[in-house]
Structures are given as C-alpha cells and as structure tokens.
C-alpha cells in the first residue's frame, strides 16, 4: 500500500524560506515521478513543481528561480526548498505519486505572512 507522509511547512515572513519533505512507502520510489502541488482557499490545485525518475525537473511560472524540488532515491523521499516566499505562495501544498490513480501526502499548511 502506498503512502506518502508529508513534513515541513509553517508560518514564515515574506522573503523566508521553508523546505517541505514527503517520504514515500509502499512503491519501488525510483521508477516513478514526484510532484508537488498547492491549493489556495477558493482556487484550484494547481502544480508547482515536478520530478521525473531521471531527475528531469518542471516548475510553474510563478514559482521559477525560487522553488527547488528534488528526490533522494535512497530515503525515498522527495523535496521542496522554497526560497524568496511571498504572501501569494500560501496554501496547502501536497505531494503527489505519479503511480497508477495517483497518491497524495495528507498536505501541509504553508503561511506566508508578516
């Protein structure tokens, strides 16, 4: 069974930084892409950066330059440094296991605020 445990997250001032943290069980980790993702209240999840197996990396223009992702095959367990936050990034951002139907992490609150 596959599960995604999610870690990180907080409340930071603009211009901080925070790193999320997603270990993943249950799946041969290497073999599949990672992603993360974040929901505003009243938007959409939307996609905010992604990982291949081969390490090949995507970001949403919003966050490019300032988000970071990228995995540890050996921890099974993916990673997103966020760098320069702004009060636009804060939602709740889930991690995401592109294996079969797809699993998602339980979600984490990031704040950004003064």
């Known amino acids: 069974q596959v599960q995604l445990v999610q870690s990180g997250g907080g409340l930071v001032q603009p211009g901080g930084s925070l790193r999320l943290s997603c270990a993943a069980s249950g799946s041969v980790f290497s073999l599949y892409a990672m992603g993360w993702y974040r929901q505003a209240p009243g938007k959409q999840r939307e996609l905010v950066a992604r990982i291949t197996r081969g390490r090949s990396t995507n970001y949403a223009d919003s966050v490019k330059g300032r988000f970071t992702i990228s995995r540890d095959n050996a921890k099974n367990t993916v990673y997103l440094q966020m760098d320069s936050l702004k009060p636009d990034d804060t939602a709740v951002y889930y991690c995401?296991?592109?294996?079969?139907?797809?699993?998602w992490g339980q979600g984490t609150q990031v704040t950004v605020s003064s």
């Open positions: 995401n296991q592109e294996l079969g139907p797809g699993y």
